[in-house]
């Protein structure tokens, strides 16, 4: 099984680098184990990513956007308020007990609960990605301020490695403890991660309680997707270019976004009922003109192959999460 690893520089992201599981400190350390992630999920040695069958850890991720990029403790106790409610659900919900449960400090304002595959004990599925966002999905209808990120659960999602330093604030993403996360506050926290960290954990041992409601999360999310794509059959190709697409057509795309932002764009040419000819062919030729550096042609033909056989339909939400809406000038937009 392989991982990704990825490390945020100044200007740009770089990933696509795939490596065994004991590789990873390796990697972690050849970057000053600044600002390094690493993917949630294990891939099968010699299938693309694109199709590969997946196991990993499950995760949710408590954050809060700010304009001015400050917290403080008003919207400290807001994300802890809802990780709290998060520790919940996965002890009484998803029936994990509550000693396999990690929870960490992100180095920032937020925190990750973490059970291990392990603990879950499912089959390797492709599917494993879309299971775990229609479980953070059940989950944020528990949390009162709304501070579960759902747009986390692509099948290549890096997330920021235990006790590395975030680049911006200069603290750890550390383990911290239950009673730590009632009780202590923003600064206090703060004060923890300002070193490495480490807890000691129970052995993850396998749950039998909890596959079995993964599973019917699974044939919840097969049920949506048949019914989509008999919807995404009968609609009339799209007749018109809406604002984010223009943008994401007519601006350049760093390394760290090409490959989310090439699937969108994908997406919407085979809305617009293009063939997958065509639409290898555009692609390649946006990539070449705006992004840096461009994608290779074999990961634009796993990017087609991805969207015209598995008929996924990107909407506002991911475009949202790439480029920039103006919703006043859109003419999909339902007024």
């Not at 690493?38 to 995760?59: A, R």
């Not at 044939?219 to 223009?246: A, D, M, S």
């Amino acid at each position: 099984m392989l991982v990704e690893c990825g490390v945020a520089k100044q200007k740009y992201f770089v990933r696509n680098e795939y490596m065994k599981p004991e590789e990873v400190n390796k990697f972690r350390f050849r970057h000053d184990n600044i600002d390094v992630y690493v993917t949630p999920y294990f891939y099968e040695e010699g299938v693309c990513v694109e199709e590969s069958k997946l196991i990993g850890d499950f995760y949710l991720d408590f954050d809060k956007d700010l304009k001015d990029g400050h917290a403080d403790e008003s919207v400290y106790n807001e994300v802890r308020t809802d990780a709290l409610r998060g520790v919940q659900y996965l002890q009484n919900i998803l029936c994990v007990p509550l000693d396999q449960i990690s929870i960490y400090f992100s180095g920032g304002k937020g925190f990750h609960l973490i059970v291990p595959k392990e603990v879950i004990n499912l089959s390797p599925t492709e599917h494993l990605n879309h299971i775990y966002k229609m479980v953070a999905e059940d989950a944020s209808n528990f949390v009162p301020n709304k501070t579960i990120d759902l747009g986390i659960y692509d099948r290549r999602r890096l997330l920021r490695m235990p006790n590395s330093r975030h680049g911006k604030t200069n603290l750890y993403k550390i383990p911290i403890t239950l009673d730590e996360l009632r009780e202590l506050s923003f600064d206090e926290i703060k004060a923890l991660a300002r070193e490495p960290r480490a807890i000691p954990k129970e052995k993850p041992k396998a749950c039998r309680k909890i596959a079995p409601i993964l599973n019917g999360f699974l044939h919840e999310w097969e049920r949506k997707r048949e019914e989509q794509n008999r919807k995404y059959e009968n609609l009339t190709p799209l007749q018109v270019t809406p604002p984010c697409i223009k943008n994401i057509l007519n601006s350049e795309v760093m390394k760290g976004q090409r490959n989310n932002t090439a699937t969108a764009l994908c997406s919407f040419f085979k809305q617009q009922g293009l063939e997958d000819g065509e639409a290898k062919t555009r692609l390649l030729a946006w990539s070449n003109e705006h992004c840096d550096p461009p994608i290779s042609s074999r990961e634009i033909d796993i990017i087609v192959k991805s969207i015209y056989t598995k008929q996924y339909k990107f909407g506002c939400g991911t475009l949202k999460s790439l480029t920039e809406c103006i919703p006043e000038n859109c003419q999909l937009i339902r007024r």
